[in-house]
């Protein structure tokens, strides 16, 4: 199949960037040193393809994600990064074997990951982002709790993610140092061998994670791709050019096929002006039928609206991968 | 099953509130005044709803939205109010005998359809939003080349988007009155039994077309929801409080479960501060295991995002539908 004949809007990646970005990151970050975050791509495909790249362990967000991990064989070490109440599910995949680390923060989910025979835990800490995590002096007595309660405490987590995002490289550093003092704070009082953390825009900096739980480095977008990182934008939603008029012209990708978080996607030929239900208007005009490959601002929401991703070379479709990830 | 039962983050929709929702607009716009948009729901067992209600006629963003339509027996007279240039599947779809007119606005649309032996179409008129349509004045013209290519002209079609979510009531009504003048004119050169326009914003306002392509009125939003039109909040997502801090708490519902476009969702009784792919943070804080109803700020690319719906009176679930028709 030609990427010509692809029906549109569709998902794609380069499957040669994508090929670069995997090898470069397994250079910086080889084995467990990364922990590579599914919830970027939500494609077991694509995580094989990481896992051969000689990273065995994966950061999960859902339930969800962990379960098609385990239904695909890449079981063999997951965090689920994230706290969870109702554990139904979790001790469903634990009770056949499956190894799942899971996030607590409170007495709450410690009890909540007993009850449901969860056997291994992170303690998750704040470190500066208004989001999950206990504060830092509070990491050690629920460590304690977890213990008392049966639970096997493997370390730490705390995600920078007030850091990873921004342009400026000292003041990103800066942060994350600081951050990671607060996880390693919180680390002497816990014990256990992880101290897991980072991001894309922090996997080179941040030396003091043992493992760092990047994910969108794999198929970048455009917030990442203005930090100046050794990755190559290698997802694109295609659209075609349906209609035309004499200041602009409208493809057939729109706010279900991008998240829109970040802002509009970009195009690296012309200024995306906005998108509606199905559409994006873009300028200088073109003609009806030209392709436009748009680049998301944000690829962890956007991959979640496609069923499928297009993975091409040159003018191939070499392969086709289902998003099997997505849901909860 | 009860909603306390529901895992979550869940997209909920009040039934009484949405039997509302559509009495309330059944009795304005009955029958075929009213051509109700599925792109707002994606959802057939809703579309079945409007249907008993006596709307017949659909209108449709995308191919897969009438192929949906069609299987679940509603594909009476479906309109594609979007431009297509391949038109293979529609094709399929309408040589088993579904009956799908479909928006043109260049003569390369108009070839694509006559090749595809499309029957029936609707010239698509640029009101004043720019996005997809011909110039008024050229509408004359492309239904005559439609016409020289074989296919029925149906009349013509024109969006007010850009006058359909404007808050001031009176600025919304003239910017609608002008974009049908607009129309008619066009009309006026096209002929045909169809003149199909408007949205929620302006279901009331718009006498000038013949049928409205309404769609949100079912569910709403917080963004029609300032609109003071009488209708009212019918879908939630819920969320559940996953780990609470001194000044926040954090539930379990993010950028994956709302389209992000119009901004953060709403809380009838808190703020949200933002949203991350799984989280939402929130304040004021409030104990781990409280629900959270999230109001989303546009529904649409809200409804794309999830499988399936629960229906709930009261604290009961009445039903589950499935989101069929998302996707391309």
């Known amino acids: 199949m ?21 090898a470069a990151m397994a250079q910086s970050l080889p084995g467990d040193r990364l922990r590579p975050h599914v919830k970027a791509h939500k494609c077991t495909s694509l995580a094989r393809h990481q896992a051969a790249a000689g990273h065995l362990r994966f950061t999960c967000a859902t339930i969800r994600e962990c379960e098609g991990l385990a239904a695909a064989g890449l079981g063999h070490d997951l965090l689920l990064a994230n706290e ?3 554990a139904r599910r979790l001790a469903g995949l634990i009770a056949t074997g499956v190894r799942v680390t899971l996030a607590v923060d409170s007495a709450d989910t410690i009890i909540a990951a007993a009850d449901a025979r969860v056997r291994e835990v992170v303690i998750d800490v704040n470190v500066g982002l208004p989001r999950c995590g206990c504060a830092p002096a509070d990491a050690g007595k629920l460590a304690d709790l977890a ?19 921004l342009v400026d490289a000292s003041e990103r550093a800066e942060l994350c140092e600081a951050a ?17 953390a980072g991001g894309t825009g922090t996997y080179a900096l941040n030396t003091w994670a043992n493992e760092i739980q990047a994910g969108s480095y794999v198929l970048m977008d455009t ?13 694109f939603v295609l659209a075609t050019v349906i209609s035309s008029s004499p200041g602009w012209s409208v ?32 300028t200088p005009p073109r003609p009806v039928g030209d392709r436009l490959w748009l680049m998301p601002a944000h690829i962890d929401p956007t991959m979640a609206y496609h069923e499928r991703v297009y993975l091409f070379s040159g003018d191939e479709v ?5 998003i099997d990830l997505r849901g909860w």
């Not at 729109?254 to 998108?275: I, Q, R």
């Open 223 to 235: 917030a990442y791709g203005r930090l100046g990182l050794p990755f190559e934008q290698a997802a």
């Open 180 to 196: 990671m003092q607060l996880l390693l704070s919180a680390h002497a009082d816990v014990g256990g061998e992880l101290v897991s």
């Open 251 to 282: 493809g057939d990708a729109g706010l279900k096929a991008f998240g829109m978080d970040h802002g509009n996607p970009e195009l690296a030929d012309g200024k995306v002006l906005f998108c509606s239900d199905e559409h994006v208007t873009v």
């Open 147 to 165: 213990r008392h309660h049966g639970l096997e405490v493997r370390g730490v987590m705390g995600y920078e993610g007030h850091a990873v995002g």
């Open 318 to 322: 070499v392969d086709i991968w289902p």
């Open 84 to 86: 969870v109440l109702d």
């Open 2 to 22: 030609l990427v010509a004949e692809i029906e549109t809007p569709a998902l794609l990646v380069d499957a040669d960037a994508l090929d670069r970005n995997i």
